[in-house]
């Protein structure tokens, strides 16, 4: 097991695609039929960047409004060296719900953000113009957009290597 263990929070809207896309990067598999995500889903996967080993501790906040409501992300997102908050491309509504994301992770300026619009196999909202997602990845000071599948897996292994990028750039080089 690596020494180097590093703590990642995935957060977005209900249904916007979070835990299919940490289930396809982790099985390979599109599993279109994921159930609702109560509370907090969690995984570690091992995995190598560059010849060096990682440890991600994966977390997976639902979505759901009752979830934001309890008061329990500040504590989730504590300590993540990095946040993927993700939005459904397919619904242009879901965007707007990554200011409740962001205000998790604002709390913890060390966190580097992510920003992933999901489903992009699929007929893009008319009202998510590049323009507003410039001015998304902007506002939130993201390192990095992607445009993810979990059907077609595109950008998945993306959004994973970035992970382990962002966070071993952030780790010493003592291993």
Same mark, same amino acid.
């Given at each position: *097991?690596?020494?180097?263990?590093?703590? /990642?929070?995935?957060?977005? =809207?209900?249904?916007?695609?979070?835990?299919?896309?940490?289930?396809?990067?982790?099985?390979?598999?599109?599993?279109? !039929?994921?159930?609702?995500?109560?509370? /907090?889903?969690?995984?570690?996967?091992? *995995?190598?960047?560059?010849?060096?080993?990682?440890?991600?501790?994966?977390?997976?906040?639902?979505?759901?409004?009752?979830?934001?409501? *309890?008061?329990?992300?500040?504590?989730?997102?504590?300590?993540?060296?990095?946040?993927?908050? *993700?939005? =459904?491309?397919?619904?242009?509504?879901?965007?707007?719900?990554?200011?409740?994301?962001?205000?998790? /992770?604002? $709390?913890?300026?060390?966190?580097?953000?992510?920003?992933?619009?999901?489903?992009?196999?699929?007929?893009? @909202?008319?009202?998510?113009? @590049?323009?507003?997602?410039?001015?998304?990845?902007? $506002?939130?000071?993201?390192?990095?957009?992607?445009? !993810?599948?979990?059907?077609?897996?595109?950008?998945?292994?993306? /959004?994973?290597?970035?992970?382990?990028?962002?966070?071993?750039? $952030?780790?010493? @080089?003592?291993?």
């Amino acid at each position: *097991m690596s020494k180097i263990i590093a703590k /990642v929070v995935f957060g977005g =809207d209900g249904g916007v695609g979070k835990t299919t896309l940490i289930q396809r990067y982790l099985t390979g598999e599109f599993i279109d !039929t994921t159930k609702l995500t109560i509370g /907090v889903g969690f995984h570690i996967h091992q *995995m190598s960047y560059q010849g060096r080993d990682i440890s991600l501790s994966v977390w997976d906040c639902g979505g759901q409004e009752q979830f934001k409501q *309890m008061g329990i992300f500040d504590n989730y997102f504590r300590g993540a060296l990095v946040a993927v908050l *993700m939005f =459904d491309l397919t619904r242009a509504l879901s965007i707007g719900g990554l200011d409740t994301w962001y205000g998790f /992770v604002d $709390k913890n300026v060390k966190t580097d953000l992510i920003i992933v619009g999901g489903k992009s196999d699929l007929p893009r @909202d008319p009202l998510l113009s @590049d323009d507003i997602l410039e001015e998304t990845i902007k $506002k939130y000071n993201a390192k990095r957009y992607i445009e !993810t599948s979990s059907a077609n897996g595109l950008g998945v292994d993306l /959004v994973f290597n970035e992970i382990a990028r962002m966070s071993l750039d $952030k780790i010493p @080089d003592l291993y």
